[in-house]
Antibody, heavy 120, light 110 residues
Framework: QVQLQESGPGLVKPSQTLSLTCTVS??????????WTWIRQLPGKGLEWIGY???????YYNPSLKSRLTISVDTSKNQFYLKLSSVTAADTAVYHC????????????WGQGTLVSVSS | QSALTQPASVSGSPGQSITISCTGT?????????VSWYQQYPGKAPKLIIY???NRPSGVSNRFSGSKSGNTASLTISGLQAEDEADYYC??????????FGGGTELTVL
């Protein structure tokens, strides 16, 4: 079955760019109908949809993050990526990647998540 | 976009039924049949338990059911079990082609 795994630095300095990779295994990222998603969970709080990308490269972003956000995909590596610029402590969170079946919010499966702390 | 509104906590005794509400607007919950529910244990990733308001993924217990009326969606867990103690989140597609989550509900099994 499809599995997703996040990777990237666990510590980022304020004002720098947070960069994460999600590796998809057990299936092709180019399969039709799936939207590859980033979601974060702020400490002690709920979930926040960051955005998603289709294998063709079409992206959809959370308006509150859009000015700082880039999501991209490399179909040859079966990976997709998150870049969030000008980070502050408020961006400290567990970042999950997930597959959205259909693009309407059916997120399944999820990666286990990776904690990214923003601190000097 | 504003988060969907869920009660912070609910509780119930084993064998009882509980319902968790998820209230939005006619631009999200009320405007589409794309509401999902997730179960999350501490330190674990969320798991999809309901999609498109009423549908259960393969392998999810039929004790979990979803419904919607107007701008409010609901998750009902019947025959409550100790293993159901977890956090539950709703999500909805929006008219702005984005997704929004609820703030989460902590379920305690007494």
């Amino acid at each position: 079955q499809v599995q997703l795994q996040e990777s990237g630095p666990g510590l980022v300095k304020p004002s720098q760019t947070l960069s994460l990779t999600c590796t998809v295994s057990g299936g092709s990222i180019s399969s039709a109908g799936y939207y590859w998603t980033w979601i974060r969970q702020l400490p002690g709080k709920g979930l926040e949809w960051i955005g998603y990308i289709y294998y063709s490269g079409s992206t959809y972003y959370n308006p509150s993050l859009k000015s700082r956000l880039t999501i991209s995909v490399d179909t040859s590596k079966n990976q997709f990526y998150l870049k969030l610029s000008s980070v502050t402590a408020a961006d400290t969170a567990v970042y999950h990647c997930a597959r959205d079946v259909g693009g309407f919010g059916s997120f399944d499966p999820w990666g286990q998540g990776t904690l990214v702390s923003v601190s000097s | 976009q504003s988060a969907l509104t869920q009660p912070a906590s609910v509780s119930g005794s084993p064998g009882q039924s509980i319902t968790i509400s998820c209230t939005g607007t006619n631009s999200d919950v009320g405007g589409h049949n794309y509401v999902s529910w997730y179960q999350q244990y501490p330190g674990k990733a969320p798991k999809l338990i309901i999609y498109e308001v009423t549908n259960r993924p393969s392998g999810v217990s039929n004790r979990f059911s979803g419904s919607k009326s107007g701008n409010t969606a609901s998750l009902t867990i019947s025959g409550l079990q100790a293993e159901d103690e977890a956090d539950y989140y709703c999500s909805s597609y929006t008219s702005s082609t984005t997704l929004v989550f609820g703030g989460g509900t902590e379920l305690t099994v007494l």
